[in-house]
C-alpha cells in the first residue's frame, strides 16, 4: 500500500520533472526565434496605411516562417500610451521593433534608450538613435504618376483634392500631382480642400462634392477613409485613392491609388537582424525601391496613357526623372529652383508652398 | 458667386444637417422629460453600424434604417436602466454609454468596413421636383430628408399642442408634482428615453446608409456631441433644434466651398466657423435669462425617486 503510493508518487514527480525540462527545452527553442513587434495607429482594417504595414508583416511572416515569432499591436494612440506599449514589447523580448506613425518618434527614442540591445524601426519621422533607425516613402513620386492619369482623363480641366493637414508630407503629393498632370495639360487647374482632419468620412464626403460641384472631374484625397471614391462614384465622376487600392470602393470611378509598400524593407530589415547586421538608417524609398506603386490602372484610361505612365514610372526609377526638377515654380510666380537643377531631398522634405498650377491658397 | 453654386450648397446643406436633426430632436424630447443622456454619440454610432450591416445583408435600407433605430433604443434602454431604475448618476452613465458604443461598434463592425452600399436614391416627386430652383431645393431629396422634416414639425405638435406633451413637460419640470398627480414618472421618462435612442440610431444610420455611404470605425467623428450642444443652445426649443441643425451644416459646406474657390482665410479658421457661428447666433436668439428658464426642464439630470416625491 504505501510503497505504490510511493512508487505512484515518484512516477508524478518523475513526470513533473519530465514535463518542466520539455518547458524549458521548448522555451530555449523559442529563444531561437527572432521576436518582432509591430506597433499599429488604427486597426488593421481592410485599406489604408496601417493596413499597407500589416501586408508587410505577413510578407515577412510568410518568408521566415518558424524563424520569426510576431507579435502586432493595433489602435495604438500617439503619446504615451504608445511608450508603454513600445516598452512593453522591447521588455518581452522583441528584438527588432518598427513602430509605425510619426507620433511614435520620441516615445520610441526614449525606449531606444533604456534597451539598448533591442533594435527600433521607426516610419516617417527624423530622429535616428545607435540602435534607432528610421525609413519613409517618397509617396510624392507617385502622385506625380497619378498626376499624369488624372490630367489625362479630365475633361473639365479642373482636378480635386481632399486634403488632410498642410504638412511637408501632403504638400509634397499636391505639388507632385499637379506637376505630373502638367505634364499632360498645362494650364490644368488643381482645387484643394482641407478638412483639418485624417480620418472624418463625413466631412472627406462634403469636401469632396464641393469640389465636384466646383466643376473637378477627377478628384483624389490624402486623407485615411475611402469616402472620396465612393462620392466620385456615386456622382459619376472618376478618383484616385491612396495607401492601398481603392477600386472596390468605386468600380467605375476609380482610376488607380499611390499605394505604398514595405513587405522588401521589412524583409530586408529582419534578415539582417537574424544575421546580426542590422545598423540603424534613414531610408527614403521610393519607385526604385518598389516601395511605391500604382494599382491597377482603371480600364477606361486608354492605351497611350499607360504608356506614358509606364514611361515616367520607368524614368523616375532610373533616376532621370524627378518629380521636383527644375524649374519650379511657386504659386505667386517666384522661381524656386531653376532649370537644370531639381529640389534637394532636404528642400523636398521642408516644403512649404504650393506650385503654380495650385488655384486654392494655402493656409498660413 | 452664381446662383447655381448657391443652390448646391443648400442642397449639399440639407444633407448634412440631417443626422444632426434627428439625433438633437431626439436629444430634446429626452431632455424635456428630465432626463440627461450624454451618450447620444454613443447611440448614433451603434445605429451607424447596425444599419450598416442589416443593410448590406439583407440588400434593404429600410431594414437598415429600421435596425438603426432598433439598435439606438436597445443602446438607450441599457441607459434608462441604469439610470432610470437603478438610479445610477445620469452624466457618468451617458459619458460611458458613448465610450461603450465606439468600442461595441468597431467590434461588431469589423468584416463589414470594406462593404459597400448603392445608397438612397432621391424621391423624385414629380412636376414639383423638376422645377427650377425650388425642384432641386426642396422637392428632390431621399426619403430620410424628408422623415427629419417630418419628425420636426410632429415633435413640435407634440411638445405644445398635446396633452401627452404637456404630461411629458410636466415630468420635466417636478416629477415630484407629475408623481403625486398620478402619472407614472418613471415609465414616461423610458419612453422618451427610448424615443432618443430610436432618433440618435436613425441619424447614425442616415451616415452609414445614405450619406457616406460606408460604415467605419468612429464615422460620427462627433456628431452626437454637436446634436447634444445644438439642443442646449437652442434652449430647449423644437424650431431652434432644425435652425442650429441646419445652420451647423451649411457653414460647414460653405467653407469647403469658399476653400475651393481659393479665398486667402485660414482653412483652420474656416474649420472653426460652423462651431462658431451656430454658437453665436443661437445664443444672441437666446440670449433673455427669462425665456431660458422658461424653456429649460426644471429638473435635468435629477434622478426621481417615488419615495422622496
Known sequence: ?364 | MNPDTLILILVATIGASVPLIFAALGELIVEKSGVLNLGVEGMMIVGAVSGFIITTETGSLWLGVLASAVAGMLMALIFGFLTLSLMANQVASGLALTIFGIGLSAFVGLSYTSATLSGMQPLAIPVLGELPIIGPLLFAHDPLVYLALFSFAAISVFLYHSRAGLILRAVGESPASAHALGYPVIRIRYYAVLFGGAMAGIGGGYLSLVYTPLWSEGMTAGRGWIALALVVFATWRPFRVLLGALLFGGVTIAQFHIQGTGVEVPSQFLSMLPYLATILVLVLISRDAGTIRMHAPASLGKPFHREAG
Open chain 1, 1 to 364: 500500500m504505501y510503497n505504490t503510493t510511493l512508487k505512484t508518487r515518484l512516477k508524478h514527480l518523475a513526470g513533473i520533472v519530465l514535463a518542466t525540462g520539455l518547458l524549458i527545452a521548448g522555451s530555449a527553442q523559442a529563444e531561437d526565434k527572432l521576436k518582432i513587434g509591430f506597433v499599429y495607429v488604427s486597426p488593421i482594417g481592410d485599406a489604408g496605411w496601417t493596413y499597407q504595414h500589416d501586408l508587410g508583416r505577413k510578407a515577412v511572416a510568410e518568408k521566415f516562417g518558424d524563424q520569426v515569432e510576431i507579435k502586432t499591436i493595433e489602435s495604438v494612440p500617439e503619446g504615451a500610451e504608445a511608450e508603454r506599449v513600445i516598452r512593453d514589447l522591447a521588455a518581452s523580448g522583441n528584438k527588432i521593433i518598427f513602430a509605425t506613425s510619426f507620433g511614435y518618434m520620441n516615445p520610441t527614442l526614449k525606449v531606444a534608450k533604456a534597451f539598448p540591445d533591442t533594435d527600433f524601426d521607426h516610419a516617417t519621422g527624423y530622429k535616428t538613435a545607435e540602435n534607432m533607425g528610421n525609413y519613409n516613402a517618397r509617396f510624392y513620386e507617385g502622385r506625380y504618376l497619378a498626376g499624369i492619369v488624372a490630367g489625362s482623363m479630365s475633361q473639365s480641366n479642373v482636378l480635386g483634392y481632399v486634403a488632410a493637414f498642410p504638412i511637408p508630407e501632403v504638400l509634397q503629393g499636391i505639388n507632385a500631382f499637379t506637376r505630373g498632370a502638367q505634364t499632360v495639360k498645362p494650364d490644368i487647374e488643381v482645387k484643394v480642400v482641407w478638412v483639418n482632419s485624417w480620418f472624418d468620412p463625413g466631412r472627406e464626403r462634403e469636401a469632396a462634392d464641393a469640389l465636384m460641384d466646383q466643376g473637378a472631374d477627377v478628384i483624389t484625397h490624402h486623407t485615411d477613409s475611402t469616402a472620396v471614391i465612393a462620392a466620385a462614384e456615386e456622382k459619376g465622376k472618376y478618383a484616385i485613392g491612396y495607401h492601398s487600392d481603392m477600386s472596390k470602393y468605386g468600380p467605375k470611378a476609380h482610376l488607380t491609388a499611390v499605394t505604398h509598400h514595405w513587405d522588401q524593407y521589412y524583409i530586408d530589415q529582419v534578415q539582417a537582424a537574424i544575421d546580426g547586421k542590422w545598423e540603424p538608417g534613414a531610408i527614403w524609398g521610393g519607385i526604385k525601391d518598389s516601395m511605391i506603386d500604382l494599382s491597377p490602372l482603371n480600364d477606361a484610361v486608354p492605351e497611350d496613357v499607360r504608356k506614358k505612365v509606364e514611361a515616367a514610372k520607368a524614368a523616375i526609377a532610373a533616376g532621370e526623372l524627378q518629380p521636383f526638377g527644375g524649374p519650379v515654380v511657386d504659386q505667386a510666380g517666384t522661381e524656386r529652383v531653376a532649370e537644370g537643377a531639381g529640389l534637394s531631398d532636404e528642400e523636398i522634405s521642408k516644403i512649404d508652398y504650393y506650385v503654380k498650377g495650385v488655384s486654392s491658397k494655402l493656409p498660413k
